[in-house]
């Protein structure tokens, strides 16, 4: 069973451009859920899908955004990029709610790099 | 801001040894989850203890709840230098409308052959 894929990989940018990364969760999960990590501010929840709908939102400015598809993939854009946007963006997804909920499968992540 | 708060903040031990790892966070739970990172790469999740649950264990991994006190911990018995990574505890506040999770800063562990 395939892993939950990001992409890209890595990824440099200029101050003032936008970026958008790409998330395909596993088989069958519905839920997915994107995490900035960096030194400094360690994990934060950015927001959570759920069938296309965003459930949860986290403490970030407009300038984040996210999107779910019908197929459960999901972007994350970040326009007019800061050198604070660097980081390593995670995208996690899962398959139950409640008593179904056994945790979450992460991605590898995509490096964001704000030059 | 974080929930969880990990300690110690860095663990270093030898092969063979057990290692503790200590979390506490502030607010009601659902649920808390033991989640390991090598080098900056994705999260792997270890295991996950409901609320209601005070113990629970999987291969050499031993989790305990105290929810009066807020508190987790995480046993890895005898430690392999495979083991050397970033433990997180994150802690789940909404289980209807889908999970947010907030993680504490992480112990870095280190195993020494």
């Known amino acids: 069973k395939a892993g939950v894929t990001q992409t890209p990989r890595y990824l440099i940018k200029t101050r003032g451009q936008q970026v958008t990364l790409s998330c395909s969760p596993i088989?069958?999960?519905?839920?997915v859920s994107w995490y900035q990590q960096t030194p400094g501010q360690g994990l934060q929840f950015l927001f959570e899908?759920?069938?296309?709908?965003?459930?949860n939102k986290g403490n970030f400015p407009g300038r984040f955004s996210g999107r779910q598809f019908s197929n459960s993939r999901s972007e994350m854009n970040v326009s007019t990029l800061e050198l604070g946007d660097s980081a390593l963006y995670l995208c996690a997804s899962s398959s139950g709610l409640g008593l179904l909920f056994y945790g979450y499968t992460f991605g590898s992540g995509t490096r964001l790099t704000v030059v | 801001s974080q929930q969880g708060e990990e300690d110690p903040q860095a663990l270093s031990i030898q092969e063979g040894e057990n290692a503790t790892m200590n979390c506490s966070y502030k607010t009601s739970i659902n649920n808390l989850q033991w989640y390991r990172q090598n080098s900056g790469r994705g999260l792997v999740h270890l295991i996950l203890?409901?609320?209601?649950?005070r113990e629970k264990h999987s291969g050499r991994l031993r989790v305990t709840l105290d929810t009066s006190k807020k508190s987790s911990s995480l046993l890895i018995t005898a430690s392999r230098a495979a083991d050397t990574a970033s433990y997180f505890c994150a802690t789940a506040l909404n289980s209807n409308s889908g999970y947010a999770l907030n993680f504490g800063k992480g112990t870095s562990l280190l195993v020494t052959p």
């Open positions: 203890i409901r609320s209601n649950e």
């Open positions: 899908y759920f069938s296309e709908t965003q459930r």
């Open positions: 088989s069958g999960h519905r839920s």
